[in-house]
């Protein structure tokens, strides 16, 4: 994000603002939000800038297209900080960390155990979710699957090799 584009696009939603009458509040909102982009821009911020833009269209103070111009390089600067999504092999949930850890002491008092009987220490949890927390358990080598489909347990990986 360069500052030189950001300050650009300040100064043109300053001049563009001046044709809005003088005491209209929404004169200074648009120009105080502009101001708070221009050190930090964040989303929220710009969304209430775009329904800003929104209101002033209805108002026909300005050239619609200009105000369109200008309300389309804030919503790119927008797409510009939206976090890209980026596929994660660990469990990012400090819940879903916590689920795990209580699975593995369970493991360690019952022995072996199936997904089911997880299903009633879980309630709020889906099966499928349960399962995902098993394969990641699986992947880090603390448990081992034993059996296949309707007879599959599982248990905690034993220490001798």
């Given at each position: 994000m360069n500052k030189d584009f950001l300050v650009q696009l300040t100064s043109t939603l300053y001049k563009m603002t001046l044709l809005f009458p003088k005491k209209e509040p929404l004169r200074y909102k648009m120009r105080e939000l502009a101001d708070e982009i221009l050190v930090k821009p964040n989303p929220k911020d710009l969304e209430i800038l775009n329904s800003f833009f929104e209101v002033a269209r209805t108002q026909n103070w300005v050239?619609?297209?200009?105000?369109l111009k200008i309300q389309e390089e804030?919503?790119?600067l927008k797409g510009e900080l939206a976090p890209q999504r980026v596929e994660k092999k660990i469990m990012p949930v400090n819940s879903a960390l916590t689920r795990q850890e209580k699975i593995l002491k369970i493991l360690k008092e019952k022995g072996k155990a199936?997904?089911?009987e997880f299903k009633v220490v879980f309630p709020e949890v889906t099966k499928r979710t349960l399962r995902r927390d098993f394969e990641f358990l699986l992947q880090q080598g603390t448990i081992e699957r034993i059996g296949e489909r309707n007879d599959t347990y599982y248990q905690l990986k034993s220490t001798e090799t």
């Open positions: 050239s619609p297209s200009e105000l804030y919503s790119k199936q997904v089911g």
